[in-house]
């Protein structure tokens, strides 16, 4: 079993208009890194092994910024969390979380923690990006 750290919260940048948006695309810096790196509902922060949070020994793993989700028979195919696009010179543009799970699909315990035997996670894949 492995227990995953996920985010909960609505990123406040989701809710941006495309107006705003491209403003400040053009008129920051790295706007637009920061933007695509930013985490998203559901985005896996951190893997631990079986029973790291739900051992006692922690103070908890901070709800309601994040849930706990523990997934049993998992076999540890899932190593690298994050997903970098880098330009045609080999510099990393920015880096991303790799999957997320759809947690509204997810039952949680009042301790704020799901447990599931079986999981299907979303990756979240970045081809291109144009304004």
Not at 14 to 34: G, H, P, Q, V
Not at 50 to 76: Q, S
Request: glycine residues 4%.
């Amino acid at each position: 079993m492995a227990e995953f750290l996920v985010y909960n919260m609505e990123n406040h940048m989701d809710r941006m208009t495309l107006e705003r948006f491209k403003e400040l695309s053009f008129s920051r810096k790295n706007f637009l890194a920061k933007f695509n790196a930013r985490y998203q509902k559901g985005d896996i922060v951190e893997k631990r092994p079986d029973g790291f949070w739900t051992d006692g020994k922690r103070k908890g793993f901070g709800y309601p910024k994040f849930v706990l989700v523990c997934v049993k028979d998992l076999d540890d195919k899932i190593t690298n969390l994050t997903t970098e696009l880098r330009d045609i010179t080999g510099t990393t543009l920015f880096k991303r979380r790799r999957f997320r799970f759809n947690l509204d699909a997810l039952q949680f315990n009042k301790e704020h923690i799901a447990v599931v035997k079986q999981v299907e996670l979303t990756e979240k894949t970045v081809d291109k990006i144009e304004l």
